[in-house]
């Protein structure tokens, strides 16, 4: 990334042997010796800004849903991980992505999301076209040996996997498909470019974001936290390899609950049986996660914004149907799992606390239960010791 040089570099060796528990990390089996992490790590200012740099630095991140853009000459703006960028489609509809950062001083270009043939500076209105080329410069002329192309907006890597957007900060990063690995073979069937986003919602909770994604790769704290899930708990299936974790919940045949086998008609077509017949749960290292069952999805993008700060925007899917839209078939599982997402958001903060308290200690990981959750704080921490 654009910190990526030599002075940068001295900066971070010196942040890493500030924190104890990296300069000591090893791998640790999860079955005989996997612990929670050291308090320091949801807590410290030091570690949030090596994530920042080495994880949101260097990893494909999640930033929007395509339908955020309406074509050529389309923009939104994001802020994850507190880097504020421009995601765009030029002229000819191609996507690009740009630091929302003028080059004068550093005013935004564009704010929230819309259509343009430039993007105008909100500042001092320097104008950059949609390849970030700087072309309007007022009151600049007698502004010796100004060099136009040196000012260009600094640009971000950006690919899709369906009408996913991610970006990558690491103009030396490899391709998003090698961090994809398996996911897109392997959910195919849903065709997920086809549906529709028809709600979204942003939750913000004062915890630091690894927690709420730790919560999010486990099935642990289900049936104590989410009692409607209790009688589902038996049957799931979790997985955790590359850079996935993997939950599979089926439908119980004799429930009557909002999680039962959804209707026929509002399916989305082509599914074999066992996607038909019950949800999975996948997240995806470092901050994208989905609910996905035939007739919805609800999709995560997590951005940390603090230590212990976090937001959480869900954007609800589903198939391109009358009946999939219809508020029959969307307000019960909006409600469902909106309760659910406040259970959660009820204790997290709690433990974020008792992290920060004095009393705290890291504790054993359950070897079935809590597979994702050590994947993810081991590739944590594989990234930021690089
Ligand atoms: S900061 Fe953008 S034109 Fe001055
Ligand atoms: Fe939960």
Request: net charge negative.
């Amino acid at each position: 990334m654009a910190l990526n040089n030599a002075s940068q570099t001295l900066v971070n060796e010196s942040l890493d042997r500030q924190v104890s528990f990296l300069q000591t990390w090893k791998p640790q089996a999860l079955s005989s010796e996997a612990t929670t992490f050291p308090a320091e790590m949801y807590t410290s200012s030091k570690v949030y800004q090596l994530e920042k740099e080495r994880i949101f630095g260097k990893t494909w991140y999640y930033v929007g849903h395509s339908s955020q853009l309406q074509g050529p000459n389309s923009y939104f703006t994001v802020e994850i991980a507190e880097q504020p960028l421009v995601i765009l489609q030029n002229q000819v509809g191609e996507l690009r992505g740009f630091f929302n950062i003028c080059t004068h001083r550093a005013g935004p270009v564009a704010l929230g999301s819309g259509k343009c043939n430039r993007l105008t500076c909100l500042y001092h209105a320097w104008s950059f076209d949609l390849e970030g080329n700087l072309r309007g410069i007022p009151d600049m002329e007698t502004a010796l040996d100004f060099d136009l192309a040196s000012h260009a907006l600094t640009t971000v890597k950006v690919d899709t996997w369906g009408p996913f957007i991610f970006a990558n900060l690491d103009p030396n990063c490899r391709p998003l498909a090698e961090q994809l690995g398996e996911l897109p073979e392997m959910f195919k069937r849903y065709r997920l470019s086809e549906w529709a986003r028809i709600h979204s919602v942003d939750y913000w909770t004062n915890t630091n974001w690894k927690l709420y994604v730790e919560n999010n790769t486990e099935n642990y704290h289900e049936p104590s936290v989410h009692p409607i899930l209790a009688k589902y708990y038996q049957k799931i299936k979790a997985d955790a390899r590359h850079y996935y974790y993997l939950q599979y919940t089926p439908y119980l045949t004799d429930s009557d609950g909002i999680n039962s086998s959804p209707k026929t008609g509002i399916n989305i077509e082509g599914l074999n049986e066992y996607e038909m017949d019950g949800v999975s749960t996948m997240s995806f290292f470092p901050n994208f996660a989905w609910i996905l069952g035939p007739n919805v999805a609800i999709i995560y993008l997590i951005d940390p914004q603090g230590v212990a700060r976090t937001r959480v925007r869900w954007d609800w899917l589903v198939p391109n149907t009358e009946a999939a839209k219809s508020p029959e078939n969307l307000d019960p599982l909006i409600e469902f799992f909106d309760n659910i997402q406040q259970e959660d958001l009820k204790l997290l903060p709690e433990i974020q606390k008792r992290i920060q308290s004095f009393g705290y200690r890291p504790g054993r990981l359950s070897p079935t239960r809590e597979v994702g959750t050590h994947l993810f704080q081991e590739l944590i921490v594989q990234h930021i010791k690089g």
